[in-house]
C-alpha cells in the first residue's frame, strides 16, 4: 500500500498493489483512507477465515522515538495508536506543539532536536537504513512523513482491532492470518529516478512478465509514482516471501515500542 497524509485529493495517491503467487492481481487506486483502512480490514478477516497468510506492507511510520513515547506514558504499539485520535492528529497538524514542526507556530526545526541530545528526530530504525528517511516529527516538505503517519494511526489501530498482527510490536509464529509490516518502497529500488516515467517502467516490465494485465500495470505506473512505490513494494514482500513465514517480534524492548521497517535480508 503506497500511502498519503494528504488533507485532501488523497484519492489519486493512495494505491493498492496486491500479488498472489508471484503474480500482480490488482494495481489500483481511487481510495479515500477510510475506504482503503476497510478494505484491508476485510483481507485482514478473510485471511482469518480463509486460513491464508498475508503480509500487508504500508508505507509511514507505526511509531515515535521512544523518548516521546515514554514521555506521554505509552508503552505498546496500541496505547500509541489509541492515543492519536481524529481530534488529535487535526490539532497537531493544524497547530503542531513541540516536537512536532513546519506549521503554525512551530514553523522552524526545534534546535533541541537532533541525534546527539536526548531528544533525537530520528527512531533507531531510520538511523540503520539510507538515504535516511525523514522524521516523523517534520509536518511539511516533500518527503515528509509526518502527516501520512498520523493519520495512519487509526489504521493500525483498525488492523489491530480486527486480529491482525503488527510487527514488531506484536509476535509473529508463523501460520495463516495477516501480517501488517512497515516498509519504505525506496529500499526496494533505490538507483531508480522516481520523477523519470521510462525510468519506472524500465524498472518494473520485467517484474510484470507473470502478471494477467502487464500493460495497465505499466500504464500505471508511469502515470504514477505512488503507483510505483505500491508495485515494488508488493514485489519485495513476496521475493521475501521465504523470509516472512515467521517475524517473531522485536527482542529490543524500545524497538518494539519504537517499531520498525521491514527490509529484506541479503
Known amino acids: 500500500m503506497d500511502w498519503s497524509g494528504a488533507r485532501s485529493g488523497e484519492r489519486r495517491k493512495i494505491w493498492l498493489a496486491e500479488v498472489c503467487a508471484g503474480r500482480v492481481e490488482r494495481l489500483v487506486d481511487g481510495w479515500s483512507r477510510e475506504q482503503v483502512t476497510e478494505e484491508l480490514v476485510r483481507i485482514v478477516q478473510r485471511a482469518a477465515a480463509q486460513g491464508e497468510r498475508v503480509i500487508v506492507g504500508l508505507d509511514f511510520s507505526f511509531g515515535f522515538p521512544v523518548w516521546y513515547a515514554r514521555m506521554h506514558g505509552w508503552s505498546s504499539g496500541r496505547e500509541v495508536w489509541r492515543a492519536w485520535t481524529a481530534e488529535r492528529v487535526e490539532h497537531t497538524l493544524t497547530e503542531p506543539e513541540f516536537p512536532f514542526w513546519g506549521r503554525g507556530k512551530n514553523r522552524q526545526k526545534p534546535a533541541v532536536l537532533h541525534g ?3 531528544t533525537p528526530p530520528l527512531r533507531v530504525t531510520e538511523l540503520s537504513v539510507g538515504p535516511r528517511p525523514f522524521s516523523v516529527f517534520q509536518l511539511v516538505g516533500a518527503g515528509a512523513v509526518g502527516p501520512g503517519s498520523l493519520r495512519g494511526m487509526a489504521t493500525l ?3 489491530s482491532d480486527a486480529g491482525a498482527c503488527v510487527w514488531p510490536f506484536d509476535h509473529d509464529d508463523g501460520g495463516a492470518g495477516a501480517v501488517v509490516l512497515e516498509i519504505w518502497p525506496r529500499l526496494y529500488a533505490p538507483k531508480v529516478v522516481k520523477s523519470n ?6 524498472h518494473v516490465r520485467g517484474l510484470l512478465a507473470r502478471s494477467d494485465s502487464p500493460r ?8 504514477s509514482d505512488d503507483a510505483f512505490d505500491a508495485l515494488v513494494g508488493a514485489l519485495a514482500l513476496w521475493e521475501a516471501a521465504s523470509q516472512l513465514e515467521a ?8 524497538i518494539r515500542l519504537e517499531g520498525c521497517i521491514w527490509r529484506p535480508e541479503g
Open 116 to 118: 546527539a541530545g536526548d
Open 157 to 159: 489501530r483498525a488492523l
Open 197 to 202: 516515467p521510462d525510468a519506472r517502467v524500465v
Open 216 to 223: 495497465a500495470f505499466v500504464k500505471a505506473v508511469r502515470s
Open 247 to 254: 517475524l517473531g517480534a522485536a527482542a529490543n524492548d524500545d
